[in-house]
């Protein structure tokens, strides 16, 4: 995955529409040993962070216009906490922990961009769609299977359509239950730190 794909995306998308009401970003990298993508950053931060949080902010203005708008970040019960030394897990890698603590970076971007976007319509929630669904990422790392895919298809579908989720942000949600994240998702300075990073790495800023 290249970060220039991810903006030939966004054009793509901005040449066609020039609205969108609902945004869900559920592209993923799991707990495979591949160490970097092709910018050299490590792969799981890099395509469950930086991709949805570089395409987010390229089509903000497609989906301002057409608030009251939605965007849904597919996140994760699996979370870690995020060691601004070592960011890269340059120093202790480990497959799981990378995909946890970039789980829990969209967490904290999700609650951030929401607080940006509270006087623009436009609501941003994140959630674990369930654990171990029979997807093709949990089949090739030998797990069966605890669920079908269809419900955390259908979690999903309930964050961006819901009634009774209008006007809701900023919240992580189980399923279909509003939950509690890592509290370092609760921790300003770090959501603004991890925001700049990616503005940074992504050439946002």
């Given at each position: 995955m290249l970060l220039s794909q991810?903006?030939?995306?966004?054009?793509?998308?901005?040449?066609?529409?020039?609205?969108?009401?609902?945004l869900i970003?559920?592209?993923?990298?799991?707990?495979s040993d591949e160490r970097y993508s092709k910018e050299g950053y490590e792969l799981r931060f890099a395509v469950n962070y930086l991709a949805p949080f570089l395409l987010t902010n390229l089509l903000l203005p497609e989906i301002k216009n057409a608030s009251p708008s939605r965007i849904v970040n597919v996140s994760s019960a699996g979370q870690h906490k995020i060691d601004f030394d070592d960011l890269?897990?340059?120093?202790?890698?480990?497959?799981?922990?990378?995909y946890r603590q970039s789980k829990l970076a969209l967490i904290m971007f999700t609650i951030e961009l929401a607080d940006k976007l509270r006087n623009d319509n436009v609501t941003v929630n994140s959630l674990h769609p369930g654990t171990y669904l029979d997807t093709k990422m949990v089949r090739n790392h030998g797990i069966k299977p605890w669920g079908d895919a269809q419900t955390g298809a259908d979690a999903e579908v309930y964050l961006a359509t819901s009634r009774?989720?209008?006007?809701?942000?900023?919240?992580?949600?189980?399923?279909?239950?509003?939950?509690?994240?890592?509290?370092?998702?609760?921790?300003?300075?770090?959501?603004?730190?991890?925001?700049?990073?990616?503005?940074?790495l992504t050439g946002l800023k």
């Open positions: 991810v903006r030939q995306l966004a054009k793509n998308v901005k040449e066609k529409y020039d609205s969108i009401d609902v970003n559920n592209a993923g990298a799991g707990m890269m897990l340059e120093n202790n890698f480990d497959g799981t922990r990378a009774e989720l209008e006007g809701v942000t900023g919240k992580y949600f189980d399923v279909k239950n509003e939950s509690t994240a890592n509290k370092q998702a609760y921790d300003k300075q770090a959501r603004k730190r991890i925001w700049n990073i990616a503005e940074e």
